[in-house]
């Protein structure tokens, strides 16, 4: 008894000794969404700052694939030692029901670290579709059924996900079709290929302004302050709609809590910082602190969300 109490003792030494000093060394951070989109932007964004404050660099390794299960994935079997992290997105906790044969668990293989942002999506259709608001898109689509199309940046991802709840809460016979990414999806919306896209602000209001693409209204159950003029869906006709995607980083499982602490408390003091939040905000992100045990929980009730939404709504990968 004695002996396994002083090798407790040392364990909990070890562990605390390691987080005073950590980082030590350049810490790998993989995102499985491509270089140049949102996820890639906040984690650059993000990690800049935290990379500065600790003292070593944050390495963003882009990994896209599989509506973000590739990079996912890459993460899973590292050393749990605070040196290897992954972004999760929204689509991680679709995917655990879209695909169903995961080489992977989100709550048994990691460790939630910090949540980061949170991005509503907002409606746009393009100009040739004769509405002008969610109630004339309908009530188009219901005389019209199958003639629309949706883009989505790919299967699992937000718009996917978003545009089966919205067929499932308003009856219509919409047609999905996936591409590589979302700007291959907005180039053939404004090209007029697909009809109706559920987006994300920063790539497609320049082209609202532009006049290339038509905005109807915005997923989250509040309108937002980056465009308030913006209706909700929910108040357009589709009451109780609310999707709002996020942001954040995990930890292989096992990663010693004081790490995940430390790395918790940069993290929140980074996207709550006035340089982050102003580049959120031009974004159309909001920040978003929790602490690990929050995040997880937050993981855990979109699973469990998503799973009904998708079983609901019979969406599958195309």
Not at 117 to 124: F, H, N, Q, R, S
Not at 278 to 306: H, N, V
Request: glycine fraction near 10%; charge should be neutral; charged fraction near 20%.
């Amino acid at each position: 008894m004695h002996m396994t109490r002083i090798l407790l003792a040392a364990m909990a030494f070890a562990c605390t000794a390691h987080a005073a000093d950590y980082p030590t060394k350049p810490v790998r951070l993989i995102s499985p969404a491509p270089a140049g989109g949102n996820a890639d932007a906040v984690a650059r964004t993000v990690f800049e700052r935290v990379g500065s404050q600790m003292g070593q660099p944050f390495v963003v390794e882009n990994r896209p694939g599989a509506g973000g299960n590739i990079g996912t994935e890459m993460a899973v079997g590292q050393p749990a030692d605070g040196y290897t992290l992954v972004e999760i997105i929204t689509a991680n906790t679709i995917n655990a029901t879209l695909y169903p044969n995961l080489k992977f668990d989100l709550t048994r293989d990691f460790t939630p670290v910090a949540l980061a942002a949170e991005m509503p999506l907002i409606l746009v259709v393009h100009p040739s579709v004769p509405a002008r608001t969610v109630k004339e898109l309908i009530e188009y689509g219901r005389k019209n059924p199958g003639k629309l199309n949706y883009a989505s940046a790919g299967n699992g991802t937000g718009g996917h996900v978003a545009a089966e709840l919205f067929k499932t809460m308003t009856g219509l016979d919409i047609q999905h079709v996936p591409y590589k990414g979302a700007t291959p999806a907005v180039t053939d919306l404004i090209g007029g290929r697909v009809e109706m896209f559920f987006d994300g602000m920063p790539s497609a209001l320049q082209h609202v302004q532009s006049g290339r693409l038509r905005v109807l209204a915005i997923t989250s159950s509040k309108r937002s302050a980056t465009i308030p003029d913006v209706p909700t869906v929910a108040e357009s006709g589709v009451p109780g709609f609310d999707v709002n995607l996020w942001l954040g980083f995990m930890a292989p499982a096992g990663t010693p809590p004081d790490v995940v602490g430390k790395l918790n408390a940069a993290v929140n003091e980074a996207v709550q910082s006035a340089g982050v939040r102003e580049r959120f905000a031009k974004m159309g992100l909001e920040p978003a602190p929790r602490t690990p045990e929050q995040f997880g929980a937050l993981i855990k009730s979109e699973i469990a969300r998503w799973a009904t939404i998708i079983k609901q709504s019979g969406a599958k990968v195309d």
